[in-house]
């Protein structure tokens, strides 16, 4: 086929756009089927047409571009609409569209019961067409509109249940907490606009390519900075990740696409994107590297305590965003990308399999009230145990490469730093470790702590009312209604289960170190993206036998973290209980998640508040709008007033007024002449 | 020649004039009014203009008038009340429409030179002749006002007929 | 020769005399009759200035006045009648509807 490519990538963001028209138009008069066919169609093509341009565009390294539309044009600045591919863009499309073609599919089954389903498939379409625009973009500004586009589709989504509080004030916290990071990023663009007189990342890139000597330069760590500031509010590091946890309250497979595998990823691959800024300012680096390695073990210690199984995933998000956010700081920018794939692989897969666990226990999040599931829910169990190994970086699974690609690189990074850095990563994978095993233990082993005989309907009670605690059975009854035990999911949605589970094995394959005897295919695959001429390539002080020991270590730590999970939650299931109460201080602070949201309401929220409504309010509202509308008000009842007492009714008494006034217009058409012109 | 006739007949349309006010029957008030109008056609083919002096007999006293008398004898109107409705009408009205005349014959003597004088066919002469002048423009540039006017008229018609329909 | 301005002034007079009927008459037909006495008065102006300028648009204008002076006499009168038939009167002052 003679497809011309650079065309063909325009369809890549269109096409979910134009399903998200569609479903958000008709969507409401169209019967459930055709929706669904309609967003699948929609996304399944943009699939279709990444992976023929993974066919197209393997063997090259260049960069593919799309003719510009132009957009912005003014003298001295210009910006277009651009798509650009490269190798770095061509494994985020293959990510976005396939991991979001498999939660499409799996959404077919877990949102079927659900009223507002064409409004589901409508925004998932749309956060595809904007997440596309993000990775496709060749400017910042292209890029700032896909981010932006992220944001509001995960407000849309986030808010779904919009019928219930608390789902309606995640979105809106998610939504606010992102603009303080996009305010960030619209600083760096200005920036970038006075410094370059351009927004495009090629002229950028080059720009600072020609200028070794802007090596370290003030302007260019200024910008850095900025830039991560925005890919903090996006990426959930600290401390714009407050919106993450809060976001579970959307429907699961939400948070598998957009809080799992994409939309959260978008700051990573804006900093990977951006490598070259990065390069050349190593203490935005540094920043980056302790940024990341700080949130991975704040989240990670917060997740260990949790009780919703969808909280303790939405915490190892951001820790493994950490770890991400780690690699691009000490310069391993591929390692970061090959995580980020990884991640998306066995996240998006947990996310599910979490859902599948939910959608059987009908509605349950709470992991207290679970157990036993193994064998109820075998291929539930099987997958999401998949995940779990992945996740953990038990060997062959494609988390231990990744993350260990990370941790090694770290480790080998100049300076003393970085072996700090490299420790807080590995207690770090201790604690994911230990966390994600619990979740194994307490959800699928043990005695069942749900009542097994209550009548949970099918297509449970509300799956979407998962206020935590207990199940609750609000679910509309059918007329043969009959209690079904606890069951397995759809084939619909197990599906996408078994595919990501076989991903999250063989996922990590594509970067096997040469240390254990593959090739790191993904490392040269992104060669060309992270290549820097300017920046001096850092002396590689490792080895084969480092890189060995280094992750012998961390098999074992991660072992030992399995160990403990095992035997608290296991052998012993009492433990855990008895001994957060002899540590009752520790364990306090934990399970209050530092206090970090108290705190914001308190010192910034509330102030906040204070401020529009004491001041604003009284002043602006209530004095000059409302005030002025009075005002206005009382003047025209006066004049009504005066005007009443003119209506006699008699004609005569009119024409008296009209004679007069006329007499006064004459004159002053007769003699105002004379006194304008008068200087 | 012209101011004999300006004399004359500006004096009786004045007389006319004062005579309506003056009358309490509006049969009377109407036929002083068809004076005036008669002395006015006057005036207008002494200022040149034949062709409206013609329509006023004809159309205006012809028409207008002979209508006003037929509603006032269809109404059977008789000599007016004496009812006071209004005081504005007095206080206010009278002292404006003094107001007016002072003010506008103020302008006009001022300005009294500037106007110039009248003569008898005097500048048109060298038109053809008073009616073929007016049709002339009637009929070409003012064309479109012409022939709205004429359906001005026949919904004038119309409303009237409508208006004045007895209820059934 | 007679000065335009004493035609003029003449049209003045009859014009403000004209307002004078309106605000004295109290039979509704002679408020018309001394709008029509207004109207004339008008007239009589635009005559004399399309004299003055020597320009035929005067007497074009006194021409539609005309027309509409026809028109309206026609309504107003019909008005009048349909007013009488319910009132019975032809008072001015008998018509106030819209006192508030």
Redesign the interface.
């Known amino acids: 086929m003679t497809l011309d490519p650079t065309t063909l990538v325009w369809f890549i963001p269109l096409l979910p756009f134009a399903g998200f028209l569609i479903n958000g138009t008709l969507g409401r008069k169209l019967p459930r089927p055709l929706v669904s066919a309609i967003a699948l169609l929609f996304t399944a093509l943009p699939a279709a047409i990444v992976a023929w341009l993974w066919n197209a565009m393997r063997g090259t390294d260049s960069l593919l571009f799309t003719a510009g539309v132009p957009w912005i044009s003014i003298t001295g600045f210009q910006v277009d609409f651009v798509f650009a591919v490269d190798h770095l863009t061509l494994i985020m499309l293959a990510v976005v569209t396939g991991v979001g073609f498999l939660i499409h599919i799996y959404s077919v089954g877990y949102m079927a019961h659900e009223e507002g389903y064409w409004r589901f498939f409508a925004y998932l379409n749309l956060f595809m067409f904007f997440m596309s625009v993000l990775v496709l973009a060749e400017n910042f500004l292209l890029l700032f509109v896909g981010w932006e586009g992220v944001g509001l589709a995960s407000y849309l989504l986030i808010g779904f249940y919009f019928k219930k509080t608390s789902a309606a004030n995640a979105g809106k916290k998610a939504f606010i907490v992102n603009r303080i990071g996009d305010f960030g990023f619209l600083l760096a663009m200005f920036l970038l606009i006075v410094h370059f007189g351009s927004l495009s990342f090629v002229s950028v890139f080059a720009t600072v390519a020609q200028h070794p000597e802007w090596h370290g330069a003030h302007f260019l760590t200024v910008i850095a900075l900025l830039l991560v500031v925005g890919a903090a509010g996006k990426s959930a590091q600290i401390p714009l990740y407050v919106w993450l946890p809060d976001a579970m309250e959307g429907p699961t497979p939400v948070s598998a696409l957009i809080h799992a595998a994409t939309m959260v990823t978008a700051g990573v691959y804006m900093i990977a994107r951006a490598h070259v800024l990065f390069d050349a300012s190593p203490t935005a680096c540094a920043v980056v590297a302790c940024l990341g390695a700080a949130t991975a073990i704040f989240a990670a210690s917060i997740g260990m305590v949790q009780h919703d199984i969808k909280r303790v995933l939405a915490y190892s998000t951001i820790s493994q965003l950490g770890y991400m956010f780690l690699a691009c700081g000490v310069g391993a920018y591929a390692a970061g990308i090959f995580h980020l794939l990884t991640h998306a692989f066995f996240k998006a897969l947990l996310f599910l399999a979490a859902g599948s666990v939910i959608h059987a226990l009908g509605g349950e999040q709470d992991m207290r009230n679970m157990g036993g599931l193994r064998t109820r829910t075998p291929i539930t169990f099987w997958t999401m145990s998949a995940g779990i190994f992945a996740i953990t970086g038990v060997p062959l699974f494609a988390g231990f490469f990744s993350k260990d690609e990370i941790l090694y690189r770290t480790f080998t990074a100049p300076g003393p730093l970085p072996k700090l850095l490299w420790l807080v990563g590995l207690v770090t994978a201790g604690m994911t470790s230990f966390y994600m095993f619990r979740l194994w233990f307490k959800t699928f082993f043990g005695e069942p702590h749900f009542d097994e005989k209550a009548e949970l309907h099918e297509h449970g009670a509300a799956v979407h009312l998962h206020s935590g605690t207990h199940a609750v059975m609000v679910a509309d009854h059918d007329d043969n209604a009959r209690g079904h035990a606890v069951h397995e999911s759809p084939w619909i949605m197990l599906l996408p289960l078994v595919l990501l589970a076989i991903l999250s094995f063989i996922g990590g394959w594509v970067g096997v170190p040469a240390a254990l005897g593959g090739h790191n295919e993904i490392e040269s695959f992104l060669a060309p993206v992270f290549a820097n001429p300017a920046a001096p390539e850092a002396p590689s002080t490792g080895s084969h036998g480092l890189e060995l020991a280094l992750a012998a270590v961390s098999v074992l730590v991660a072992f030992y973290g399995f160990y403990v999970a095992y035997l608290w939650y296991y052998k012993k299931p009492g433990t855990a209980a008895v001994l957060a109460e002899r540590a009752e201080p520790a364990y306090a602070i934990l399970s209050h998640k530092y206090w970090v949201d108290e705190i914001y309401a308190n010192f910034i929220v509330t102030p906040l508040l204070m401020f529009t409504r004491g001041f604003l309010e009284l002043i602006f509202e209530r004095g000059v709008v409302n005030g002025s509308g009075k005002a206005s008000g009382t003047a025209v009842r006066g004049l009504a007033w005066l005007e009443r007492t003119q209506i006699?009714g008699?004609i005569?008494?009119y024409?008296?007024?009209?004679?007069?006034?006329?007499?006064a217009v004459?004159?002053i058409m007769?003699f105002g002449r004379a006194v304008w012109m008068h200087p | 020649m012209?101011?004999a006739l300006?004399i004359i007949f500006?004096a009786l349309?004045?007389g006319g004039?004062?005579n309506?006010?003056l009358q309490h029957h509006?049969i009377h008030?109407?036929l002083s009014?068809v004076v005036?109008?008669m002395s006015?056609a006057v005036?207008?083919w002494s200022?040149?203009?034949e062709?409206?002096a013609a329509?006023?007999v004809i159309?205006?006293s012809g028409?207008?008038m002979v209508?006003?008398v037929f509603?006032?004898m269809?109404?059977n109107?008789g000599e007016?009340?004496?009812?006071?409705?209004?005081?504005?009408?007095?206080?206010?009205?009278?002292?404006?429409?003094?107001?007016?005349?002072c003010?506008?014959?103020?302008?006009?003597?001022s300005?009294?030179d500037a106007?110039?004088?009248?003569?008898i066919g005097?500048?048109?002469s060298n038109?053809a002749d008073?009616i073929s002048?007016?049709s002339s423009?009637?009929f070409t540039k003012?064309l479109l006002?012409f022939e709205v006017?004429s359906i001005?008229?026949l919904?004038?018609?119309l409303?009237?007929?409508?208006?004045?329909r007895?209820?059934q | 020769?007679?000065?335009?301005?004493?035609?003029?002034?003449?049209s003045?007079?009859?014009?403000?005399?004209?307002?004078?009927?309106f605000?004295?008459?109290?039979?509704v037909?002679?408020v018309?009759?001394?709008i029509?006495?207004m109207l004339?008065a008008v007239?009589?102006t635009f005559?004399?200035f399309?004299?003055?300028w020597?320009q035929?648009?005067g007497?074009?204008f006194?021409?539609?006045v005309?027309?509409?002076?026809?028109?309206?006499?026609?309504?107003g009168?019909?008005?009048?009648?349909?007013i009488?038939?319910t009132r019975r009167s032809?008072?001015?002052?008998d018509i106030?509807l819209m006192k508030s």
């Open positions: 006699s008699n005569r008494s024409a008296g007024w009209l004679a007069l006034g006329a007499a004459i004159a007769i | 012209q101011l300006f500006g349309a004045l004039a004062v309506l006010l509006p008030s109407a009014l005036v109008m006015l005036l207008y200022l040149g203009a062709f409206l329509a006023q159309v205006y028409a207008i209508l006003f509603v006032i269809l109404l109107a007016e009340e004496h009812t006071h409705g209004s005081r504005a009408a007095y206080t206010v009205g009278i002292p404006g429409a003094a107001a007016i005349f003010l506008l014959s103020f302008v006009f003597l300005e009294r106007l110039g004088s009248v003569n005097g500048s048109l038109a008073n002048e007016l423009v009637l003012l006002p006017t001005l008229i919904v004038a018609i409303g009237a007929v409508v208006l004045a007895k209820e | 020769m007679v000065p335009t301005a004493y035609y003029l002034v003449l003045a007079m009859l014009f403000s005399l004209g307002i004078a009927g605000l004295i008459k109290r039979n037909i002679s018309f009759i001394s029509e006495l004339n007239n009589l005559v004399a399309a004299h003055m020597g035929i648009s007497q074009i006194v021409f539609f005309m027309v509409v002076a026809a028109a309206e006499a026609a309504v009168l019909a008005i009048i009648i349909a009488f038939r032809l008072n001015v002052d106030d």
